[in-house]
């Protein structure tokens, strides 16, 4: 198949990798308000990662830490070789590839949805191969122009993230965030439709921490609702984020209550998936806000 850049994307070998992912949104949206957000826990095999400091940059820490956070109730594990953190240094296609591919291959045994959280199109591909169920694009398609390709040829799940950094330096800081975040979402739809990801396998990130001042990042939280309007899951990732650390006047490392604090008001305004370093706490956490949110009377819960 030829990706929109010209180059060849080559044939998925496993044509549905996306269905577990799939089955897991499915399986949420009919339970309803019963049930608790599913908590996707963040693997960095990156020396120079800013919440974690490149303790998981070796393959076997990395695989340790990921069967840690199964056995702790992720439902989805998201593994990264390459740091998103401001000014941090590009990774080759190779050098990411060859820090993510065995952790991949091993966590994918054991019967976890895996997330590949890459910018790059060939790097996402191998990774389906090596056991990938979803595609996390922190450019949201709208980076590499083969990444939609790509994740359809596989059947992949996909993860599109509103990334203003792309359209331009003052793009993330003026206007209405809201409206911002839906106009770039309807260019990603538009591009995963056309390449015919489905869209029951199709997950929508505002993109906490990326091109966006702290109080735009505030009223997107308190907007959440407003997001879901193309019908599709929200994930948020607020993890030790530097807007957490400006609030509470903390280091990334002792961020966790205040993590939880902005992560229960993201469930309690319908967020389906929550991407957290710290998976134990954030299942305890979404147990809570379920039940909170159950309680509300009739026409009143959110999704």
């Known amino acids: 198949m030829i990706g929109a850049s010209g180059n060849a994307v080559p044939t ?17 949206t009919a339970a309803g308000a019963a049930a608790p957000a599913l908590v996707m826990g963040v693997v960095n095999v990156t020396p120079d990662s800013f919440s974690d400091g490149g303790r998981f940059f070796e393959a076997a820490s990395a695989i340790a830490e ?52 890459t910018i790059k199109a060939e ?24 990444m939609a390709a790509v994740a359809a040829e ?29 106009r770039f979402f309807d260019r990603s739809l538009a591009l995963a439709h056309a390449a015919g990801v489905p869209a029951d396998r199709i997950v929508l990130d505002p993109g906490f921490g990326f091109g966006k001042t702290p109080e735009q990042q505030l009223e997107l939280l308190a907007r959440l609702p407003e997001l879901a309007a193309p019908g599709l899951p929200l994930l948020v990732g607020m993890s030790r984020k530097s807007l957490l650390g400006r609030l509470t006047g903390r280091g990334a490392g002792d961020r966790l209550a205040a993590t939880i604090a902005a992560h229960v008001a993201a469930m309690l305004a319908g967020a389906a998936i929550i991407r957290a370093h710290d998976v134990a706490p954030h299942v305890d956490a979404a147990k809570v806000a379920t039940a909170i949110r159950a309680a509300r009377p009739a026409g009143q819960a959110r999704r």
């Not at 998925?12 to 949420?28: K, N, Q, V």
């Open 12 to 28: 998925a070998t496993g044509p549905d990798r996306g269905r577990p992912f799939a089955e897991l949104l499915r399986r949420r």
């Open 66 to 117: 990921g069967r840690r956070m199964a056995a702790d109730g992720a439902a989805i594990l998201d593994i990264g070789g390459e740091s998103t953190r401001p000014n941090a240094e590009p990774v080759t296609a190779g050098e990411e590839r060859r820090r993510i591919l065995p952790v991949i291959e091993a966590l994918s045994a054991g019967g976890t949805a895996i997330s590949v959280d």
């Open 123 to 146: 790097v996402a591909d191998a990774a389906l191969r090596a056991g990938a169920h979803v595609v996390n694009d922190v450019r949201g398609l709208q980076g590499d122009p083969d």
């Open 154 to 182: 596989h059947g992949a799940g996909l993860v599109i993230m509103h990334n203003p950094g792309l359209l331009g330096s003052s793009a993330g800081t003026e206007g209405d965030p809201v409206l911002a975040c839906l």
